[in-house]
């Protein structure tokens, strides 16, 4: 068995089969911390990639799987900057969550995230990198960034375009409304729903049986039915910089940071 325990997740390695687990109070947020650590991870299982089958993605947290990006840490880190480095430290961000996403995306084995509770933001664009999402009937998925001024910037729109359509998107994205897993899976989202507490029981019961099968054509199955949409993820970090830039943004997470309420992610 290989191991690996860091502040934000730790992950193992037995018989073909890494487990991730996010696990950074109080609700995953993917900041620097998280990211450093997730570069980490993908280095790692790139160096097991010929010995692993599946990757299962879960949530130590006990009501959320992620509630997205580091919104204080990303205000308070680019508050007191020039516009110009503020910028430039948003674009190397979004590169570098870019390249963690499109290898989770592109990588020879399955991946497969097991979601409870809240999945928002850049903790649904996390999710939409693997190949399968087994939800339990609590999870709830959103995409509340038109409530900052800022799309989704970690790759989320290009790759629900891709896997369920615009219709969809369109809706998720314009009224930042929550779905709950059952919408999920009826348009498509969520390959399997669980019984509350069961996704990461499912998704193992699930990788137990994708093991069976040769891996060659498991790699190139999915590398047909599964392309990665380079061109769109480079225009939407283009865009999320554009967006960035204005005033109003910093307006808008400056209030988000001050918010008194509980969970201020929820739309």
């Known amino acids: 068995m290989k ?29 620097s911390a998280m990211l450093s650590e997730l570069e980490q991870f993908v280095a790692a299982s790139g160096a097991l990639a010929r010995e692993t089958s599946v990757c299962i993605i879960s949530s130590a947290r006990k009501s959320v799987f992620s509630a997205g990006a580091d919104l204080r840490e990303l205000y308070c880190g680019a508050a007191p900057l020039p516009e110009k480095e503020r910028l430039a430290g948003i674009r190397n961000f979004l590169e570098r969550i870019h390249a963690v996403l499109n290898a989770l995306d592109a990588a020879p084995f399955v991946t497969i995230a097991a979601v409870h509770g809240v999945c928002f933001g850049g903790g649904l664009e996390l999710a ?29 729109i290009p790759r629900l375009k891709r896997d369920l359509g615009n219709a969809f998107a369109r809706d998720l994205l314009f009224t930042g409304r929550t ?23 499912i998704a193992r019961s699930t990788a137990a049986q994708i093991t069976k099968f040769d891996a060659v054509t498991r790699t190139a199955a999915k590398k047909f039915i599964k392309p990665v949409p380079f061109e769109e993820l480079r225009r939407e970090i283009e865009l999320f ?27």
């Open 241 to 267: 910089c554009e967006l960035f830039a204005r005033p109003a943004v910093m307006a808008a997470l400056k209030k988000f940071v001050e918010s008194s309420d509980a969970m201020p992610y929820l739309p």
């Open 179 to 201: 779905v709950n897993a059952a919408r999920a899976q009826a348009v498509g989202l969520v390959a399997q729903l669980a019984g509350e507490g069961e996704a990461l029981r």
């Open 3 to 31: 191991s690996f325990a860091g502040k934000t997740l730790r992950w193992e390695w037995r018989e073909g089969v890494i487990e991730l687990t996010l696990d950074y109070a109080p609700a995953n947020e993917i900041g």
């Open 128 to 156: 939409l990198a693997c190949d399968i999402i087994i939800a339990d009937k609590m999870a709830r998925f959103a995409f509340p960034e038109l409530r900052l001024g800022l799309i989704p910037g970690f790759g989320g």
